[in-house]
């Protein structure tokens, strides 16, 4: 343990060094040490410079040039999110966004990151993630389990009216959704999601 933290007071006092001699070459350290770990947005970048007491021209300098080779690219990073995301983790449009923009991904790359996203696939992740949680809800009534199981999808981004449609038809396929049910369920939709739901 000594000897790591003295590694690392040997690091910062190696950085501290540069940056006071060449604060450009701290911040290519910096962010080739980080781009190593795992693809960033600029604004991540930028963020990490400016915590470590990079002066603004030298790291805005670098990360033009980190850019303009293509070790910076918001584009491509914002695809390769959604793509990792959803398939990963099932995530749907809404959630993917708001992952984006808190890592400060530009509007524009956001969108375009998301009009790759499929809508048939959207769906069909939406039925993988509830066909492995119905199981969990057999026995309880079917509105409940409709609002447990919308909630899922609700938290993992997807829209009301989709969460709902998709959660029904598990339920009818599943025969769990008798005429009093279903008229039930159309409520129940029409009211839209509820953001109180537990998840399971």
């Known amino acids: 343990m000594a000897q790591r933290r003295g590694s690392r007071t040997a690091v910062g006092?190696?950085?501290?060094?540069?940056?006071?001699?060449?604060?450009?070459?701290?911040?290519?350290?910096?962010?080739l040490r980080m781009l190593a770990a795992a693809p960033r947005a600029r604004a991540q970048l930028a963020e990490a410079l400016r915590r470590r007491g990079v002066?603004?021209?030298?790291?805005?300098?670098?990360?033009?040039?980190?850019?303009?080779?293509?070790l910076?690219?918001?584009?491509?990073?914002?695809?390769?999110?959604?793509?990792?995301?959803?398939h990963g983790r099932g995530l749907g449009a809404r959630a993917l966004g708001a992952e984006l923009r808190q890592r400060g991904v530009a509007a524009a790359d956001i969108?375009?990151?998301?009009?790759?996203?499929?809508?048939?696939?959207e769906v069909a992740t939406a039925r993988e993630l509830i066909a492995h949680?119905?199981?969990?809800?057999?026995?309880?009534?079917p509105v409940t389990r409709m609002?447990?199981?919308?909630?899922?999808?609700?938290?993992?981004?997807?829209?009301?009216p989709l969460a709902y449609?998709?959660?029904?038809?598990?339920?009818?396929?599943?025969?769990?959704?008798g005429p009093v049910a279903v008229r039930d369920l159309e409520d129940l939709q029409a009211g839209g999601a509820d953001d109180e739901v537990a998840d399971l």
């Not at 006092?13 to 962010?31: H, K, V």
């Not at 909630?151 to 997807?158: D, E, H, N, P, S």
């Open 13 to 31: 006092t190696s950085e501290a060094a540069a940056r006071d001699a060449d604060p450009e070459a701290i911040a290519r350290q910096i962010c």
């Open 165 to 177: 449609r998709v959660v029904r038809e598990a339920l009818e396929r599943e025969g769990a959704c």
């Open 147 to 160: 609002r447990r199981l919308a909630g899922v999808l609700a938290r993992k981004g997807y829209p009301p």
């Open 111 to 121: 969108q375009a990151a998301l009009g790759d996203l499929d809508p048939e696939q």
């Open 72 to 86: 910076i690219d918001d584009a491509m990073f914002a695809r390769a999110w959604v793509e990792s995301r959803h």
């Open 133 to 141: 949680r119905l199981a969990a809800t057999a026995g309880m009534h």
């Open 55 to 70: 002066p603004r021209e030298a790291a805005e300098a670098v990360l033009a040039r980190f850019a303009e080779v293509g």
